[in-house]
Nanobody, 117 residues
Framework: QVQLVESGGGLVQAGGSLRLSCQAS????????LGWYRQAPGKQREWVAS???????NYADSVKGRFTISGDNAKNTVYLQMNSLKPDDTAVYLC???????????WGQGTQVTVSS
């Protein structure tokens, strides 16, 4: 069983920044995609960003140019740098990693991000 632990959420004013972290309990060198999702109250979970095979990164249109996803294999950690935050970014942010050999996907428990106007 793999554990994913998110951290870094909090309350921030609009225009501010936060950096989320998701640390895995095993090596992420063979895991792709490495993704971040979010779920706002009353809304469906939506994909935010991911690191894919070959290191390519992709972003949802709503966060493109404001969020940056990156990974540190040595720390088994994936980050989501969030700048120019908006109230619409308020949600629980969850990481989701897929290990390519087994095809098994794991979710973290989520970290709350609240952006005040």
């Amino acid at each position: 069983q793999v554990q994913l632990v998110e951290s870094g959420g909090g309350l921030v004013q609009a225009g501010g920044s936060l950096r989320l972290s998701c640390q895995a309990s095993r090596s992420i060198s063979s895991a792709r995609p490495l993704g971040w999702y979010r779920q706002a109250p009353g809304k469906q979970r939506e994909w935010v960003a991911s690191i894919n095979i070959g290191g390519a990164t992709n972003y949802a249109d709503s966060v493109k140019g404001r969020f940056t996803i990156s990974g540190d294999n040595a720390k088994n950690t994936v980050y989501l740098q969030m700048n120019s935050l908006k109230p619409d970014d308020t949600a629980v942010y969850l990481c989701n990693f897929r290990w390519t050999v087994t095809g098994t996907t794991y979710w973290g428990q989520g970290t709350q991000v609240t952006v005040s106007s």
